[in-house]
């Protein structure tokens, strides 16, 4: 009576992401909030520092990303802590496969669901702040390749406090200082793209940055899930 | 030595407030340090000891109620 | 020395919450067709006890073995091998109760379209879409417990799988448990109530509620 | 591989060691810092373009240094703590985090003391200042992970796996200058082997150095003895040692 | 045996804040995580952004306010969240006394958790935005007003959005909207201040929401809450 | 027409969850020394009744009465009357042992040193000082229910108060049932375990699971 058909690693791959993005979609809010959070924190910043288009182009680039830094922060929490407190974050460690493979499925059920709307919606954004035109095509590129990171690298921090009664802010504390490589390439990419300049070697960083991320965090994630879960 | 005087030493050319300011909170937050470092220390040496003395306790209270039981 | 023909078997395992020692140098063997209640008052120490058998947490001191090697040597093995389920049931409000078997089932290899059939046998029949979150305490639970109906795994580790479940469903469960032994498996559990199974059947383990 | 190190990892043995060191390590650092002090604020000359403002050097460069060195100490620490399941590397972790936050801060603080007068601004969000700045942030990342756990093995491995992450974070912010201008100093008194300083004020300094150096060894070592016995607070000799202390 | 001696409303409200705080500082990082939250977010926007001092000092004080927040937003969750998983909030229901005045502690303890300290930190942080010196007395003034009104507010969408799995960006959306007046007119006064003009307008409205919102509010959530619960 | 020593009526409580009727015009009455079991299997209602008439929920028709007077007109009189310990107890993880309680009775205009005394009866000396969060399930729960130990409210109404407690804690709760109903209390609880109380004194109530 040993057990029988054991599901491939790509099987329980996709099991594990057709799940997370089945909640997900389930209570639609979860991909519209994050979104509605990215567009209204962008629109608090010309209620609070006056409508002068010259200051806020200015300021665009810094503030998409930032925004896009905090929307990605604030949905991390769906990342493992429901996982955890019902229970079934135990049951994925029981899993055969290994669990980095779960994790994996779980940070780009993430992506897809905060990161991958966002990227859909900053043009939009970008105009609302008057972003320089030449500018453009970097914001996009560097949302494509950045909001990945900044899941994965999140994925870390929410690993670490998910035991933790109220990692609310804690994780905010944890992460935010890893997302600053991140945040001060991809400006820097923007701000040199509007001055028309090639920006080619802060795309390369960012893009090291999420190989790097993409490879490691995974097994990171796993030695701190079974840290937290102990 | 390169002053001459007390209050040429205390004024720094011009810039007391700086220096004695970075030479003040330095002082200030190594100071600090150690004494968090010595209480947490010993806080650390009585809650052992509290416990120790729980457990005795509780062993105490253990050992009764046995004898308890054994005489009824 | 374990028998050959010990599933799992614990070697001295010491465990230490808050400083207090929950049990020392325990050592225990279970073999196939074996159901063993771990007993004892509220804070023994069982369902920590379970939890180091299931390699959830480490033990302070000591191993389990799994087939005579020590666990951490094979986790994915051991893990092809065992179903645990805990106080909490790792069941998701958000999916209905039938997506929430199918999962589990799934990633047992199992088609989920088994799922259906499989939620009649613990009386959820009419309730498969209904959000898990809309279920009473003890309709959420026998969706965790529903897969038991079809595990093909050898070593279940259950901690109160009585929880919340009505009396019928606690008879079901100790039939399928029998069963289960009888063909070759072993069930681990912890229960307050008493278990109304053929007393040869079972072993007892108690652990003793140690003050200090 | 790694038996010999073996009778490092009792924790027992470990801990009467480190008590001995202790009483050296601080004697060393008092008796260091009184001269290096004394030597700099009295006897050091002034700096030709900064004046007397040049004393926070003294002060400010050693904190600096010392506090990039305690994160990789601490990083290095972590990893094998990590990978080789040194229990006691994780407890040295966590005693090098919060003495490294103490020497960032004086760092920030010494330094912002020093740009007032010299840049005729308190902060500049320059790459060094800014680096040092986010430097603080994971230091207090990992002391707050750390505080957050009550089983202290458990934080040690949670917050050591944070240690870890965090290195990434430095050659990046380090490099980063090349993105910014910047108005902070390059190396000068870390060039090793030449100096671009006079000896009369190199010898003050490297006084300062080695003595908040030996003061950094001193508070790790007491923080040391203090995560370990709260880690086998139930082992008998621990038991021991404190019935012995506490009367 | 009819019940005796049941505590007066100022003993019960008594006993909610001192639980309430004493939770908070059992885990001192309670206190400091906002206020670290805080200090990073307002970080985040030099880099992004860049250093020049000028645009720093235009945009300061929209910056500080915004990131204030932010922070306050992050910690409601604390407020009910926590209870109403464990079934403390069932049990406060039906406590004797009225449901506001346990609220109206649990509010205030929150403020003086999260909102107080914010205050303490923000002149710091104003240097380091490099601030008009002129604006420092209205934004302690205004955040001083302000941040309690922040914390009445957003325990209503607390309390409404308590009984649903991830109210995470609900929850914003449903507060941040309410708190743009208070962004408005405190970001205002300040920028007024720089001017040297007089900014009590401005106060004078936030004064009349904080008023608004300390005697409305404990009765919102509490009708709020019992939605919530049924 | 109930009697006129009814402490809490109920008068044709329709309840209805998901389009489902869990009940239809229920009519029950609660007297003083009254120890009433709400039985039936899972998902037949007994949350949803109790919680109805704790006034935590609204039923979709009826009323329940409190010395006969709707629940609605006089919540403050009925909540000083009344004591609910539902599926979740309650206990802040954060807090001591010793300081949950303490709230609790403090709350209802105990002293609250007399939380240290409480606890001994539940068994959990030597853990006053130790975080919720820390204890095992049960010494979890048994921090909730230690304070009816002190309770002076009469109506006590008690959703699965055996879950995770051992079998001396489940009798010491039983006599203390006995003693409240006594004393002029009355205890309204759902338990799937046999009560081991004579049964002159229980009346059970039988909730049948209607599947449409
Ligand atoms: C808040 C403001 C400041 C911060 C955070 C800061 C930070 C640092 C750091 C991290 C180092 C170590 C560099 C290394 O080891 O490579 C350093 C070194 C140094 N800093 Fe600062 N600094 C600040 C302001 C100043 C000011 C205002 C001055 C003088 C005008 C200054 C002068 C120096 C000098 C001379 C060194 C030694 C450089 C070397 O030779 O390696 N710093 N500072
Ligand atoms: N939150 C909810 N939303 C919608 N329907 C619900 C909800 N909670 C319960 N129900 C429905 O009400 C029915 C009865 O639930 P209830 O919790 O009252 O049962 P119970 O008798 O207490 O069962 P158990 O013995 O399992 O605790 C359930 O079968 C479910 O269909
Ligand atoms: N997370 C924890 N942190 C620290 N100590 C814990 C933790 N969980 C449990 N303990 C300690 O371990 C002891 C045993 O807990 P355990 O959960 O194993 O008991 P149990 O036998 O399962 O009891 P129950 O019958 O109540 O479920 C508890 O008394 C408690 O002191
Ligand atoms: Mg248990
Ligand atoms: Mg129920």
Redesign the interface.
């Known amino acids: 009576m040993m057990s029988i058909n054991i599901p491939s690693y790509r099987q329980a791959f996709m099991l594990m992401l057709k799940r997370d993005l089945t909640i997900a979609l389930r209570h639609k809010d979860d991909i519209f909030n994050p979104l509605l959070f990215f567009i209204i924190v962008v629109t608090l910043f010309p209620l609070g520092i006056g409508p002068e288009a010259s200051t806020l182009s200015r300021i665009a680039p810094g503030i998409i990303w930032v925004a896009a830094l905090l929307a990605t922060l604030l949905s991390l929490d769906r990342l493992f802590k429901a996982d955890f407190a019902d229970g079934s974050l135990e049951q994925m460690m029981l899993i055969p496969q290994p669990l980095f493979i779960i994790v994996l499925a779980k940070i780009i059920a993430h992506w897809l669901i905060t990161g991958l709307p966002l990227i859909f919606i900053a043009p939009v954004l970008a105009v609302l702040l008057h972003l320089n035109e030449n500018s453009y095509g970097a914001l996009m590129i560097t949302l494509l390749i950045g909001t990945p990171v900044l899941s994965f690298i999140g994925a870390i921090g929410v690993a670490l406090t998910v035991g933790i009664k109220k990692g609310g802010v804690l994780l905010s504390l944890i992460v935010l200082p890893l997302y600053i490589p991140v945040l001060i390439f991809a400006t820097s990419a923007i701000d040199t793209a509007a001055m028309n300049l090639p920006y080619s070697g802060q795309v390369a960083i960012i893009g090291a940055l999420f190989f790097t991320s993409f490879t490691l965090a995974p097994f990171a994630v796993s030695a701190a899930l079974k840290v937290s879960t102990n | ?3 001459s005087s007390f209050a040429e ?1 205390i004024d ?4 007391g407030f ?2 004695w ?3 003040g ?2 002082t200030l ?2 100071v ?3 004494m ?3 209480v ?2 010993k806080q ?6 509290k ?2 003395a ?2 005795e ?3 105490r ?2 050992k009764q109620q046995a004898q308890l039981s054994q005489s009824s | 020395m374990p028998s050959s023909n010990a599933l799992l078997h614990a070697d001295k395992l010491t465990c230490i919450r808050e400083d207090r020692i929950l049990f020392e140098a325990l050592s225990c063997q279970f073999n196939q067709g074996d159901i063993v209640q771990i007993a004892g008052p509220n804070g023994a120490g069982k369902t920590s006890l379970l939890r180091i058998l299931a390699g959830l947490s480490q033990p302070f001191e000591g191993e389990v073995h799994f087939q005579n090697q020590p666990l951490h040597k094979n986790v994915e093995l051991y893990n092809q091998n065992l179903t645990y389920i805990g106080h909490l049931a790792g069941i998701k409000g958000e999916m209905t109760a039938q997506e929430n078997l199918a999962f589990y089932l799934a990633m047992q290899g199992l088609p989920p379209h088994a799922a259906e059939q499989t939620l009649e046998n613990v009386n959820l029949l009419g309730f498969e879409d209904a959000l898990a979150s809309h279920l009473s305490a003890g309709q959420h639970r026998r969706i965790a417990l529903a897969r038991l109906w079809q595990c093909q795994k050898p070593i279940w580790i259950l901690d109160e799988p009585f929880t919340a479940i009505d009396k019928q469903g606690v008879k079901n469960l100790e039939n399928l448990f029998v069963e289960h032994a009888k063909q070759g498996g072993c069930v681990i559990l912890t229960t307050h109530q008493d278990l109304a199974i053929d007393a040869q059947l079972v072993k007892t383990i108690e652990l003793e509620y140690q003050l200090v | 591989m790694w038996k010999w190190l073996h009778p490092y990892a009792n924790p027992e043995i470990t801990y009467h060691f480190t008590g001995k060191l202790t009483p050296w390590f601080t004697w060393l650092s008092i008796i260091l810092l009184a001269i290096g002090l004394t030597w700099a604020l009295l006897f050091a000359p002034a700096d030709y373009q900064q004046g007397e403002s040049f004393r926070i050097f003294y002060i400010h460069v050693p904190a600096a240094i010392l506090s990039m060195s305690i994160y990789v100490g601490m990083a290095i620490a972590a990893f094998s703590g990590l990978v080789w399941q040194l229990k006691l590397a994780d407890a040295s972790a966590a005693a090098l985090a919060p003495v490294g936050a103490v020497f960032t801060a004086i760092a920030l603080i010494t330094g912002a003391a020093w740009g007032k007068p010299m840049w005729g601004t308190w902060w500049i969000w320059d790459a060094r200042l800014t680096s040092e700045l986010i430097l603080l942030f994971l230091y207090l990342g990992v002391i707050a992970l750390h505080n957050a756990f009550e089983d202290k093995a458990l934080a040690g491995k949670a917050a050591g796996i944070l240690a870890i992450v965090g290195v990434i974070n430095i050659p990046i912010i380090k490099y980063s200058v090349e993105w910014w201008n910047t108005l902070h100093q390059g190396a000068t008194v870390s060039k090793f082997g030449k100096p671009a300083m006079s000896a009369d004020m190199y010898w003050p300094f490297l006084f300062c150095f080695f003595g908040f150096a030996f003061f950094v060894a001193a508070v790790t070592c007491l923080r040391f003895k203090t995560e370990i016995l709260s880690r086998n607070s139930m082992r008998p000799w621990v038991k021991a040692l404190v019935k012995e202390e506490i009367k």
Chains 1, 5 share one sequence.
């Open positions: 030595m390169q002053f030493f720094m050319g011009g810039y700086y220096v300011l970075s030479f909170m330095a937050l190594l600090l340090l150690v968090n470092s010595l947490s220390n650390v040496k009585q809650r052992i000891a416990q120790q729980r457990q306790k509780l062993k209270a253990a």
